[in-house]
């Protein structure tokens, strides 16, 4: 029965998303305009053997391509809330809440939407990164495995952007929160520039950023091929937090949204 | 013949401590037209939100169907339909798959659903405008949706929060003839909100007259108009000294089928009466020989206007409450949309 809630709230997200022709470009066009920038300004970085050993591959786009992934879900899901947010205020959530449907539905079925509008752009900068000339150690598998990851993380913001959407009831609280974790989130991570680059406080920082959870076990497959003693350790911690998440955001919505 | 809703001794206090409802005891038979009547604010809205399991009560206790609101919550939310006040219709899709979304959320299955999607569309007339998106269709074409979407699964008790607010005249009436051919055809029963005077008055089988959370008062708008007078008779003095005025308007009191008179506006009294057509020529007799003169009268029926008046001492504002609040609503929709 939960399922079909679930399908329902789903292909109500999907719909409204795939209106959104702005929003579709946007998503096209982003990646693709960070990926061809960041490879040509950095192209010069890599000409450098030092630098070229710190990044692991002599191809700088080699090296951000999954940390641009990474970025792209995490945006994705850090607005993931407002859909909640915009479903209060003009009393759609009420429809929703005063109906059989099962209040787990409204959160898990936004998450599935924004989990296949994350895949789909994540696929888009794989694609892009290709023509691009990069090469993925892995082939075909890796990049499945890359989509996998970047969606994963992509959930685990959706879920706590949607937990607080529970509670918090204007945008700003909302937009503000989550823009406090997003940009130092991102900057004490490894999707950027490499740990070994980095002063060693930020290092260990870095070494438990969630963002970097995701980016070591995917730059591992892209650049280097399937280390699992590089890709197990951020992969489990990544599977624990979507669990975590998703059942807090469950429980948000369950208790009464009064 | 059981009730169908039960209220008894609901409460609602918000936070800072603001009692929304105070109060409310209530029943509505099977199949019956109720009417929540009262000003902005009166805690109507509040009441329905706490009937159809979206509010937890304060305090007093409500039984849907037999269902208590709280405890059952997940049962009584089958048996309701919920039409908001706020236009719930999502503007980024079309009417049909408004409904669509509604069928879903109600586990009708998809050949029934397909069915009364038909039946309802053509019922509020929505049928050519089906495949369009809500967001080209006029405020009217969305609360009729609206009103479509809580009808989709025939629920046993619909609440309609404010059915024809902000809407004009014509489409106000079509409205009004859906709700009683729903009664009629459907025997559902109906919970709706109002601050019309006329639409509570021709619609509803039963009233209550809510105010600053309370029920003020309960009843067919036959009884409530009878409570007050069946007819309002308004005069006024075009001269006469204050006093002569005062001894005027005391031995019109005595008239025995004057129930009471307050001041107008200007030189003008208001006085509920019953068997109008009587009391006239008994005003003329009653102040014979006082030094004032009556420059008019006129005697009308009374209306709900005149019961809400006569129990909280105030008006009801319809336009400036109504019609404001609801542009308000809209404008705010339009400009977060983009
Ligand atoms: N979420 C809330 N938090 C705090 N106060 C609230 C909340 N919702 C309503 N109120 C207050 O409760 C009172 C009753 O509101 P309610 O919406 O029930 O009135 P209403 O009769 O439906 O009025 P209207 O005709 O304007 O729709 C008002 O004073 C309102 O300000
Ligand atoms: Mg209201």
Known sequence: MILRDIYWVFWRELKKLLRQR?????????????????????SGLTANPVAARMLGTGNYLEFMTPGVMVMTSLFGGVYGGASVLWDRRLGFLNKMLTSPLHRAAIPLGKLLALLVQSLFQVLLIAIIALLLGVHFATGLPGIVFLLLLA??????????????????????????????????????????????????????????????????????????????????????????MVVLVVALAVHQFSRSVD | MGAIIEAQELVKVFPGGIRAVDGVSFQVEEGEIF????????????????????????????????LDVVRDADKVRRVIGNVSQDLAVDDDLTGYENLKLQAGFYRLPRREAEERIEEVLAMVGLTERARDLVETYSGGMRKRLDIACGLLHRPRVLFLDEPTLGLDIQTRREIWDYIRRLREEVGMTIFLTTHYMEEADSLCDRIAIIDRGKIVAIGTPEELKGRVGQEVLEFEFSSGTDEAVAAAVARIKNIPNVREVRRGSGNGYVATVVQGAQVVPALFEAIAGLEVKVGSVSLKRATLDDVFLYYTGRKIREEEGGEGAMRTRMIMRRVRGR
């Open chain 1, 22 to 42: 702005l929003h579709i470009l946007m998503a096209v066009v982003q990646p693709a305009v960070w990926l061809a920038l960041m490879g040509n300004a950095m």
């Open chain 1, 151 to 240: 969606g994963l993380f992509g959930m685990i913001m959706g879920g706590i952007s949607l937990a607080l959407a529970a509670r918090i009831k204007s945008h700003e609280t909302l937009f503000a929160i989550m823009n406090f974790f997003t940009m130092p989130l991102m900057f004490t991570s490894n999707a950027l520039y490499p740990t070994r680059a980095m002063p060693s406080w930020l290092q260990k920082i870095a070494a438990y950023n969630p963002l970097s959870f995701a980016v070591t076990p995917m730059r591992t497959v892209a650049t280097r091929g399937w280390v699992w003693g590089d890709i197990l350790p951020g992969l489990a911690a990544l599977l624990v």
């Open chain 2, 35 to 66: 009417g929540f009547l009262g000003p902005n604010g009166a805690g109507k809205s509040t009441t329905i939100a706490m009937l159809t399991t979206l509010r937890r009560p304060t305090g007093g206790t409500a039984r849907i169907a037999g």
